[in-house]
């Protein structure tokens, strides 16, 4: 009986998490990836963003460069809102990753930019990724993709 | 009867001069005379059909206007989400809104990639596209900004105004809707220019 409970409790918890996803990492080196997502995308819309934790328990790093083969290029951007607008600007040298700091990817601040998608990503999709970072080297990732950005049903993100 | 915290009063007189500033904003955005130069401008562009449309495209109706473009992962999507909950919730009162996107990237944004893109959020949001010099007046007119930001790749993103433009059917702003506006308050300043009943 309990036991039945905890997994009706386990079920409850992952259908409130995230939609279709629920909260999910990944590790390389001394660097840890929380919870990679992204949005579904309208129909001719060719671009995504990205979304993650990361945590380097390590030294100094750098998020240098990512490549998806939904993507023609993986950028990353930073996007800032002043004064009733919105600034969006490449960080050409990728996200720096300070030793020992957490540093998120998220709507509004730095994000992953899928560029060129030729098929737009579709909520419940898993978008294989590659992360490549200075020294803790390169790791395959999936972004998960939940509902359309503005989606007023999506009440929590990991 | 006054407030023993004096947090409280502190809180209060904030909130009275926000007011106040509002009340002036409003006052200054909806006077009679139209400033020289502001909030107007005449242009010469395409909808998403490819019909020819200009400034009296504002006239006659109230609308809604947002410059954005289809390159954008966040706010646009987010914003015209948001506007089509706006018009769900006024309902058959709101037909008469009038639901403008006009792109601040009309090299990319091709009518018929403008119309895949309005037409996955409503029926009643028309985009609005052209010849860039052409749209460059809209957008100065309207003072609104848009910047080009080039990218390593070759490719770009753009800069652009985050606020939803109000029209009265005067062709004349009533105000903006800032990004992430609370709902009800966005209703009621749409309201405030649609026809009384």
Partial sequence: MIRKNIVIGAMLGALLSFGTAQAHGFKVGEIEIGHPSSRAMLPVAKVGGGYMKLTNNGADDRLVSATSDRAGSVEFHEMKMDGGIMQMRELPNGVTLPAGKTIELKPGGYHVMFMNVTQPFKEGEMIKTTLVFEKAGPVEVEFSVGPVAGDKNEHAEH | ?197
């Avoid at chain 2, 792109?103 to 949001?125: H, K, L, N």
Wanted: with cysteine; charged share 20%; aromatic share 10%.
């Fill in chain 2, 1 to 197: 009867m006054a407030p023993k915290n004096p947090f409280m009063m502190v809180a209060g007189v904030v909130s009275g001069l926000f007011v106040l500033a509002l009340v002036g904003v409003m006052v200054w955005m909806t006077s009679a005379t139209p400033r020289a130069g502001g909030f107007n401008a005449n242009f010469s562009l395409v909808n998403d059909r490819g019909e020819e449309v200009d400034q009296s495209l504002f006239k006659g109706s109230p609308s809604l206007v947002y410059f954005g473009y289809t390159h954008c992962p966040e706010v646009c999507p987010t914003t015209l989400l948001e506007v089509t909950s706006y018009l769900k919730e006024l309902g058959d009162a709101g037909s008469p809104l009038k639901t403008y996107f006009f792109t601040v990237d009309p090299e990319r944004d091709t009518p018929e990639i403008m119309r895949g893109y309005v037409t996955a959020f409503s029926d009643r949001i028309t985009g609005v596209t052209g010849a860039p010099e052409e749209m460059q007046k809209v957008i100065s007119g309207w003072r609104a900004f848009a910047r080009k930001q080039p990218n390593k790749s070759g490719g770009y993103s753009m800069s652009h105004t985050m606020d939803l433009f109000l029209i009265g059917a005067d062709g004349r702003l009533k105000g903006l809707i800032p990004y992430g506006a609370d709902q009800d308050e966005a209703v009621e300043k749409i309201r405030a220019v649609l026809p009384q009943a």
